[in-house]
């Protein structure tokens, strides 16, 4: 049996590794704890490191109630009211948005700014979201279904005003521009045009409805990458966290290519019966994750693997 790990198009993304080696060189040089404000990374095992070495994983309330201490942001980014809360209570954050976040939420401020209806196809519970519409006010109307089928998400939608469409970064191209054009049929109005951000200097000639793929393509150009390298092997793991929104759409990327594809948040949750077939071990095992999975943790199965099965 031959084990494959992915070290081309899997493991964190730079927004996520710039996040980790930050957390570690703060807590190498401070004998306190590191506040971060929730899931530093959607992977409970890679949370679970750094809680060991002394990092305190906080939700809002909790953050609402420090005075003076450490606390990090992670690269999902924040709201305004958490750096307001930050001032209040003096706390020292040290902010690690993902600068591909920090641009969104810029965009996301000047469309609704400029009166633009903004539309954001994402997830209305993720972080990243509920950062991007914090900071226009909380006026966005977040979509996750793309054939427009939850009537609570469409059902304050304005169909008389000009309106935007933009991502969140880790959704799916396929299903934004399936988005698109259902809305471009909602309201009439064919051919939305894409815009740039030098076209927010001039929104005077900015048409009445406009749309922006957003989704970061570090995690994009992933996908046709382990759809190729799900390919290459009989049966693949892959290795994410099961809060991990990138992981649940990189997972369904992998199955389309092998159906023989199974998902694991560590080795401990691998089965015997994945690796055998016709009463024989399969030749090959590829081993792959999302954008937040660490490399170690796709060597630590691999290594399972090989243990257990490549004999």
């Not at 924040?78 to 930050?86: H, L, R, S």
């Not at 793929?213 to 092997?233: P, W, Y």
Request: aromatic share 8%; net charge negative; with cysteine.
């Amino acid at each position: 049996m031959k084990i494959h790990i992915d070290r081309t198009s899997s493991g964190f993304c730079f927004g996520v590794q710039e996040t980790i080696d930050l957390a570690e060189e703060m807590l190498r040089n401070s004998s306190e704890p590191l506040y971060c404000l929730g899931d530093i990374v959607h992977n409970e095992v890679e949370v679970k490191r750094l809680e060991q070495l002394g990092m305190v994983t906080i939700d809002h309330d909790r953050y609402t109630e420090l005075d003076s201490k450490p606390v990090l942001i992670r690269a999902h980014g924040e709201p305004p009211a958490t750096y307001d809360t930050a001032k209040q209570h003096n706390l020292q954050v040290t902010d690690s948005t993902c600068p591909v976040v920090a641009r969104l939420q810029k965009t996301a401020q000047q469309l609704v700014e400029k009166g633009y209806q903004l539309i954001i196809y994402g997830k209305k519970a993720h972080p990243e979201v509920i950062g991007i519409n914090g900071h226009c006010g909380g006026k966005a109307i977040v979509i996750k279904h793309t054939d427009l089928s939850d009537p609570e998400e469409t059902a304050t939608l304005d169909l008389e005003k000009k309106s935007a469409l933009i991502s969140q970064t880790t959704m799916d191209v396929p299903g934004f521009h399936k988005l698109k054009d259902n809305l471009e049929r909602l309201f009439g109005a064919p051919d939305w045009k894409e815009f740039s951000q030098s076209d927010l200097k001039n929104p005077d000639r900015m048409p009445r409805f406009i749309y922006r793929d957003t989704i970061c393509r570090q995690v994009s150009n992933r996908n046709e990458q382990l759809f190729d390298f799900a390919a290459r092997n009989d049966v693949v793991i892959f290795v994410a966290g099961r809060k991990s929104s990138n992981g649940q759409v990189l997972f369904n990327v992998c199955r389309q290519s092998n159906p023989s594809t199974w998902f694991v948040e560590d080795e401990t949750e691998l089965q015997d019966e994945w690796f055998m077939k016709e009463g024989r071990p399969v030749e090959s095992v590829g081993v792959c994750g999302a954008t937040s999975t660490p490399m170690w943790l796709l060597e630590n199965v691999g290594r399972a693997i090989e243990e257990r099965y490549a004999k």
